[in-house]
Each structure stands twice: as C-alpha cells, then as structure tokens.
C-alpha cells in the first residue's frame, strides 16, 4: 500500500477531497474497481496443464472442468497473448506447451521469475514470487478461449462482448497477469514474440488494465519453459493501445471506453489511498495513455475551483488556475513530497498554455525533479526538458527550448534529454534537441552514448532518425547494445545490420573504453560465481567475447536471434567461457524452433566473412516517412 500523502491537517482542496474520499471508501479496492458483466470462469491449473489444445468455453463447461472464480477458492492468473490462428488462438499446442512448461519449472523451482535487466540496473533487484508461494494456494487460469463464450447465434453474441467489457475487472481479480510471448510462427509464417505482443491494440489495453487495477498484483512474461521475466509496469504510458494494431477498426471505441473506466478508477483509488503523487503522474500522463482514442482526458472536478478570471478572456490563466487546483499545488515553486514541482508535472502533461503560464510567472525552464522516482521510471536531477523529451511532448519542449533551457541538462546518471528522446522513440524532440545544439557524443554513467541508449531500448525509429541526423556514430556494440536489455528486435538488429554492424562482433566493452559496463558487468560475474543469479548476472558471467546471437539468447530476445541467423551469424564462435550459441540455448532451455535453428545453422566454413547484402533490400519507407 502506497504511503499516504495526507499525514497533518490537509491545507489544499485537493488534500480536503482526498481524505473525504479515503473517510467514504472503507474498502477502495473494491469500491473503485472495474465492474464486471459476465461471470469470471476460469480453469483450474491442474486441469490446463493436463490439456494437449486449449479448448473452448462450451465445450469445457460440458466437461465440468470450468469453475466460476471466487477469491475464496485461491489466486488467478490472467493469460495475455497473441494468437497463432485466425480460428483458433494455438491450433497445434506449442503456444500452450509452453505455458505448461514454464509453470511446472516454476511450481518445481526448475526456473524462477527474474528481474528485468534494465530495472536490476537502474533500481537494484525486484522480488518475485517464488516456488512455494505459488504452490501456497490453488491456482486458476483465465484463458480467452476457455473463458469467453465462443460460440454465436445469427453472427450475434452479446455474451461474448459482456465478457469483452469485464476483462478490466478479470485483471484486477487476478494475482498474477501473464504475457504469453514464445518466439513462434503463426499460421501465415510471421514469428510472434514479445516485441510483436506489445504491438497489439488488445495486448496493450489488457497489460494497461493491469498497470492501472487498483488490487496488487505480479505481472510477468513468458518466452520460454525456463524464461520468465518481471514486466517493467511503469513503462505502460509508451504503448498508448489506441496506436496498437486493431484487425477491427470499430473496436477502438471499446478500447477508449475500457481506458476512461481504468483511469477515473485509478484516480479515484490513489485520492482513497493518499497517493497524490501517483494521482499527479496518472492525471497528466493522460494525453499519451489516450492518444489514438478520440476522447477527452478525465477530469475529476475537485470541488473548490473558483477561478478569477474568464476563460474566454484569458484561457492561458484560466488553464493554469484550474492546473494548480487539480493537482494540489498553492504556487509555483511549490515541491511535493516526491520532489516534483508544478513544472514537472506540466511537462508530461503537455499542455502548451500551463507551460507558457508557469514560464511566464517565473517558473524555471532548468526546473528538475529532485529524487530518484521508480513510480515515473525517472532518476534524480531529471530535467523537465528530458521529460518533455521522453513523453513525446514536444510542444511543451520548444517553449522551453525558446526559454533558454539547456538541453544537455544530465540526470544523477548523466542521461541527457536526447537520450530520453532516442529512448522514448521521438524523432521529432530529437530534431529539436539537435537544432538547439545538444551534444550527441555526451556518455551516460554506463558510457552509452543517446544512440547507443536509443538501441538498448530498441528505438528503431530513433535509431535510424541519430544514423542520419548526425553521421558517423560508432556502431561498435549496437547489437550487443539493442540486445543486452531485453528490448532489442528482429527491425532493430535488422537496421544496424544495413549500417554495416558486424553481425559476429565479439563484446570487448574494455577495448572500447565503454567502461561503466565494463565495471558493472565485472562485479555482477563475480556475483554470478558465488552463487546470486539472476538473468542480467547470467549475462554478465557469459559477456566477454560473446557475440550479438550469444547476446540475444542470453537477453531471451528469441526473434532477433532467428534474424541474426538469417543474417549469417556464425554458431562456430566461443566466448570466454567457451561456450556457443547452442550451448547458452540448450542451458537457457530455449524452445525447441530456436534449437532446432541452431542446429540447422551453417558451419563457419560456410561463412565468407560478413555481408549485409541480404539487407540491402529492407525496406526503411515506413519508418522514415514516419520519422520525418
């Protein structure tokens, strides 16, 4: 339960709505959560892992295998996946196999949920659940097919859409979320994995209603038998579902119906609970949460609002006031208990007009948060030029651009706002971060430059926009780079390899003064020997001299290891312990497609030596009509 923000005697309106809100919600779980319009019918764990192919709803309620859930029986756990088949979402299984393998390592202790690489470095270690907290209480499985009626009278299922519209509350009833994302093939040949799930309209809105529920909860991927990972949660405001993929153009007024229900019972919980500070960053990250919807951000109309002035006379002060009163703030210097000031909070809002306001009154264009945020994915020293930058917001960056702030401002980890831009995918901030003469070779504290940082979130589109605006980056250790996080993909290996990036170099973060890695991933081997795993230490243990497909299966990016493969990486090469590509997989317990791959690979008598040839005819139109 977060810490309650209201301890004294509450001075804001907003403070008085809060602990009038916290008085009247004795249960704020259940009083704000999503209501549901269909029964949650899920399947027992023991009777799933006993299925060859899922099946559907009807037929497994005639088998008397289905149970309505209740939280008296145990704990459920939500399926989030991509399916395989038009008619049927694993028409063979494998998909499935998976998820019982992986949940019988889990139940065993065979494997374990680790941490994301990324978090482990920027905020240490997270716990997961383990072996015999997952054996402590019966486990019950939501599955789409199983748990949705499937079966249609006249082209017309109204159960169906209720049990569409209830998954928000499904979500929030379930203890564990699980993102179901094996590198598999569909039925059309495409291999779906991670980077494709995210890709999903459907995808995105269910992982969104986990990230905004209002119950606790774990949620975490799972790629392989023995590849289980914590999903970072605070990143969700990057994958907006209204720009996701929608094989139904109609559904996304569904989707913007089930995004405004989250957020106003989101909002409404945090006041319940005291957590303004999660109130503020949900209220203002509505613009990107919403964007591709058609629908107005949610305001919660806190009582009190008495405005001095007209808002057809001067919206600029009419916005700024009503600003101020929604987010609790009585002047503009003002710093709240997480260290952010109204600026802060206008920059990833957006709003050009409260920006300009708080400038205008003297607000500091260099203004920054002032402690380490885990909650908004933010390090201390922050500037609000790099939030402009990360959240895509533009606008609100040239004003303070105009405004003389200092676009290489650096974080507590030296990260500047144009690496927040390469991270965050936004071409156009680093355009503007450019013209306003930011500096393209500043390293972070791990001495990543923002190209380098922009591949390690695999931003492809920020990616291709660093190789053109600003030539000659090195590419020595991209791929190693857009692989070692766990975000790198098949389009991202794919572009560095039309650049001319070796596919077989071997990772020597020492020999190119990379030296922040170098130390880090030292210390964590060392970590690794004595015993304290975990995916990044494992990776770490195997790094020097390991190649971009040794990367990828460490890092369990499993579709790009099939692209670099295809590419003509050599299975020949050992790193320093060793080891070959076959050898990290089959100890990894990759899937059986990424072994059988390797397997099959040519001998390195059959390599000549590097070509990007078979790359050549990649096709950029996309991602550069986009970009520019």
């Known amino acids: 339960m977060a810490q309650s923000c209201l301890a004294g005697k509450p001075r804001t309106a907003l403070e008085l709505y809060a602990a009038a809100v916290q008085k009247h919600a004795h249960n704020a779980q259940s009083a704000f959560s999503p209501p549901g319009f269909f029964p949650m019918?899920?399947?027992?764990?023991?009777?799933?892992?006993?299925?060859?192919?899922?099946?559907?709803?009807?037929?497994?309620?005639?088998?008397?295998?289905?149970?309505?859930?209740?939280?008296?029986?145990?704990?459920?756990?939500?399926?989030?996946?991509?399916?395989?088949?038009?008619?049927?979402?694993?028409?063979?299984?494998?998909?499935?196999?998976?998820?019982?393998?992986?949940f019988k390592n889990l139940l065993s202790g065979a494997s374990s949920i680790s941490t994301p690489i990324i978090t482990e470095i920027v905020f240490g270690s997270v716990r997961a659940p383990s072996a015999a907290e997952l054996r402590d209480t019966p486990l019950f499985v939501w599955y789409d097919y199983c748990s949705c009626p499937q079966e249609c009278l006249d082209g017309v299922n109204s159960d169906q859409l209720s049990a569409i519209n209830?998954?928000?509350?499904?979500?929030?009833?379930?203890?564990?979320?699980?993102?179901?994302?094996?590198?598999?093939?569909?039925?059309?040949?495409?291999?779906?994995?991670?980077?494709?799930?995210?890709?999903?309209?459907?995808?995105?809105?269910?992982?969104?209603?986990?990230?905004?529920?209002c119950s606790s909860g774990v949620t975490f991927a799972v790629e392989s038998p023995t590849h289980q990972t914590l999903v970072n949660q605070q990143l969700g405001f990057l994958l907006p579902p209204g720009e996701g993929q929608l094989t139904v153009d109609e559904d996304r007024q569904k989707l913007a119906s089930i995004m405004v229900q989250l957020i106003w019972n989101k909002l409404s919980h945090c006041l319940a609970q005291g957590?303004?500070?999660?109130?503020?960053?949900?209220?203002?990250?509505?613009?990107?949460?919403?964007?591709?919807?058609?629908?107005?951000?949610?305001?919660?109309?806190?009582?009190?609002?008495?405005?001095?002035?007209?808002?057809?006379?001067?919206?600029?002060?009419?916005?700024?006031?009503?600003?101020?009163?929604?987010?609790?703030?009585?002047?503009?210097?003002?710093?709240d208990a997480a260290g952010w000031t109204p600026l802060?909070?206008?920059?990833?809002?957006?709003?050009?007009?409260?920006?300009?306001a708080l400038l205008m009154r003297k607000a500091d264009p260099n203004d920054k948060i002032t402690k380490k945020d885990p909650q908004a994915f933010a390090q201390k020293d922050t500037s609000v030029v790099s939030l402009c930058a990360w959240y895509n917001r533009n606008e609100a960056l040239k004003l303070l651009l105009a405004a003389r702030a200092h676009p290489d401002a650096q974080s507590a980890l030296k990260q500047t706002a144009l690496e927040w831009a390469c991270c965050g995918n936004n071409v156009e901030g680093i355009r503007l971060l450019l013209d306003a003469r930011a500096d393209h070779s500043i390293q972070n504290v791990m001495g990543c430059t923002p190209f380098q940082a922009g591949c390690c979130m695999g931003s492809v589109k920020s990616m291709e926009a660093?190789?053109?605006?600003?030539?000659?980056?090195?590419?020595?250790?991209?791929?190693?780079?857009?692989?070692?996080?766990?975000?790198?993909s098949s389009q991202a290996v794919s572009m560095l390899l039309q650049a001319r990036a070796d596919v077989n170099e071997k990772c020597d973060f020492f020999r190119t003064k990379t030296y922040g890695w170098w130390t880090l991933l030292r210390a964590l081997s060392l970590a690794h020997s004595t015993g304290?795993?975990?995916?990044?230490?494992?990776?770490?243990?195997?790094?020097?001299?390991?190649?971009?497909?040794?990367?990828?299966?460490?890092?369990?990016?499993?579709?790009?290891?099939?692209?670099?493969?295809?590419?003509?990486?050599?299975?020949?090469?050992?790193?320093?312990?060793?080891?070959?590509?076959?050898?990290?997989?089959?100890?990894?317990?990759?899937?059986?497609?990424?072994?059988?791959?390797?397997?099959?690979?040519?001998?390195?008598?059959?390599?000549?030596?590097?070509?990007?040839?078979?790359?050549?005819?990649?096709?950029?139109?996309?991602?550069?009509?986009e970009a520019f």
């Open 275 to 335: 957590d303004l500070h999660m109130y503020r960053l949900i209220l203002n990250q509505q613009e990107g949460r919403l964007r591709g919807l058609n629908t107005d951000p949610i305001d919660l109309a806190i009582p009190g609002f008495e405005p001095e002035v007209d808002p057809d006379e001067d919206p600029e002060e009419f916005m700024l006031s009503n600003f101020m009163h929604q987010n609790g703030f009585q002047h503009i210097s003002q710093r």
């Open 41 to 102: 019918y899920t399947v027992p764990l023991e009777a799933l892992m006993r299925m060859s192919k899922v099946r559907p709803l009807e037929q497994l309620k005639a088998e008397g295998i289905i149970v309505v859930f209740n939280e008296s029986l145990g704990k459920a756990i939500f399926i989030s996946h991509q399916w395989r088949g038009r008619g049927h979402p694993d028409p063979d299984g494998r998909q499935l196999h998976v998820l019982q393998m992986a």
């Open 466 to 488: 660093m190789l053109r605006l600003t030539p000659g980056q090195k590419l020595e250790h991209g791929l190693h780079f857009s692989l070692m996080l766990g975000e790198g």
């Open 166 to 213: 209830s998954i928000p509350s499904y979500v929030a009833r379930c203890e564990y979320f699980v993102i179901l994302c094996p590198a598999q093939e569909d039925e059309s040949q495409q291999i779906l994995s991670a980077k494709t799930y995210t890709e999903r309209a459907w995808c995105r809105a269910e992982r969104a209603a986990r990230e905004l529920a």
């Open 532 to 625: 304290f795993s975990s995916k990044l230490r494992k990776l770490a243990y195997h790094h020097r001299g390991a190649t971009p497909l040794m990367f990828s299966i460490l890092a369990g990016t499993f579709d790009a290891t099939h692209a670099l493969l295809q590419a003509g990486a050599n299975t020949d090469l050992k790193n320093c312990r060793g080891k070959q590509p076959l050898d990290l997989a089959e100890e990894l317990g990759a899937g059986p497609e990424l072994l059988k791959a390797l397997r099959q690979a040519p001998s390195s008598q059959d390599h000549q030596g590097h070509s990007c040839h078979q790359f050549e005819a990649f096709d950029f139109g996309p991602i550069i009509s």
């Open 344 to 356: 802060c909070y206008a920059a990833i809002n957006g709003s050009t007009l409260i920006v300009s």
